[in-house]
């Protein structure tokens, strides 16, 4: 059974860093990424890790951002420097069984989904 649960999330000032969490059960060998929903918007793809350790950013976040996997502790985790107000959003992480597709997938196709973690960025 795959769990997700997300953690991290909180405010800080433009510039600033967080660090988001996301313990996952049941995922091993699947494909994972982050995603965001800030108000009034739908919700978008930010990065994602398939095994092998192939990772993909988003234009938006790259060198800003990094997604990474602690396969010993089955943690998703998303470094985020130089945070801006667009940044702010409610940050998801999600997995799914294929692989071969990874950072393809249609961001709503993604099969399984934590409850998200809260980010506000202020200027």
């Known amino acids: 059974q795959v769990q997700l649960v997300e953690s991290g999330g909180g405010s800080v000032q433009a510039g600033g860093s967080l660090r988001l969490s996301c313990k996952a059960h049941?995922?091993?060998?699947?494909?994972m990424g982050w995603f965001r929903q800030a108000p009034g918007k739908e919700r978008e793809r930010v990065a994602t890790?398939?095994?092998?350790?192939?990772?993909r950013h988003v234009d938006s976040v790259l060198g800003r951002f990094t997604i990474s996997k602690d396969a010993a502790t089955s943690t998703l985790n998303l470094q985020m420097n130089s945070l801006t107000p667009e940044d702010s959003a409610m940050y998801y992480c999600?997995?799914?069984?294929?692989?071969?597709?990874?950072?393809?997938?249609?961001?709503?196709?993604?099969?399984?989904w934590g409850q998200g973690t809260q980010v506000t960025v202020s200027s």
């Open positions: 890790i398939a095994p092998g350790d192939v990772r």
């Open positions: 999600a997995a799914d069984r294929r692989t071969w597709v990874c950072y393809d997938l249609g961001v709503n196709s993604f099969a399984h």
């Open positions: 049941g995922t091993l060998g699947m494909c």
